[in-house]
């Protein structure tokens, strides 16, 4: 769930529906959530001073206990008014190309091309519940590139607690219109520190855990620490994906 999703790509803008409420209406936690939201929000969604490109392998364990590996090219490219990320999958028979686009005061829009190449076919649009499909076959979601979760309007503090040996806030986030095969709340450990995510769990409209996050490493890249490698499981079909950015130093 992921650095500038961590490092790469993963902008994010609070829905115009978050701030539709007066703080009147809502509990001090509630507010808070929402303040939190917005600050890890405002620094994901910092436009990048260059274009990048990086590369990431995808390592997919299904239920079964078999192994694939997806090789995805990450491409992040900014204007005057925007950025956007696009994910591109190189070989395998999973291919597919995502673009994620980052605009001031809207949220993100998704574009989804599952006929290559992209040029001579017209992209799926994806919205809300729509991104909770899985890209090219992998446990990650389209709405996982895009932490999706801190785009709706519920969000509160539950607790302070540490987790992994850091101290965290623990942010629950609700959607307000949950499908039934999707996330309807997402609980994420933010590091008081450096506001990135220790650990996420995400749950199904019956409350039952549906998946979990987990940052594994990290890497200083010019004097910055970037997510390196991640692995999303689903506990509910037993597979797992492994994410891994080959992150390098930049002239």
């Known amino acids: 769930m992921i650095g500038r999703l961590a490092s790469v790509a993963l902008g994010l803008l609070i829905a115009a529906g978050a701030v539709a409420a007066t703080t009147n209406e809502l509990s001090d936690t509630e507010i808070q959530g929402r303040q939190l939201a917005r600050q890890i929000c405002e620094r994901l969604e910092q436009q990048p001073a260059e274009n990048l490109t990086n590369t990431v392998v995808l390592t997919i364990r299904d239920g079964r206990g078999r192994h694939s590996e997806v090789s995805v090219l990450v491409q992040t490219t900014a204007d005057a008014t925007r950025w956007s990320t696009t994910y591109e999958t190189t070989a395998g028979s999973n291919q597919a190309v995502l673009v994620v686009i980052h605009e001031a005061n809207r949220q993100n829009q998704y574009q989804l091309y599952n006929s290559l190449p992209p040029a001579l076919h017209s992209p799926e649009l994806l919205i809300g519940n729509e991104t909770m499909i899985p890209f090219a076959g992998s446990d990650f979601w389209v709405a996982d590139l895009g932490l999706e979760f801190f785009h709706w309007p519920a969000q509160k503090i539950l607790k302070h607690e540490m987790r992994r040996g ?46 979990e996050f987990y940052p594994k490493s990290f890497k200083k890249v010019n004097g910055q620490w970037e997510l390196q490698e991640m692995e999303i499981r689903n506990d509910q079909t037993g597979s797992r994906t492994r994410l891994e950015f080959n992150l390098k130093q930049r002239d």
């Open 166 to 211: 850091r101290a965290c806030q623990v942010l629950e986030s609700t959607n307000p219109n949950p499908s039934p095969n999707g996330y309807a709340r997402v609980v994420s450990w933010i590091d008081n520190e450096t506001l990135g995510i220790v650990q996420a769990e995400a749950y199904d409209a019956k409350g039952n855990l549906l998946k």
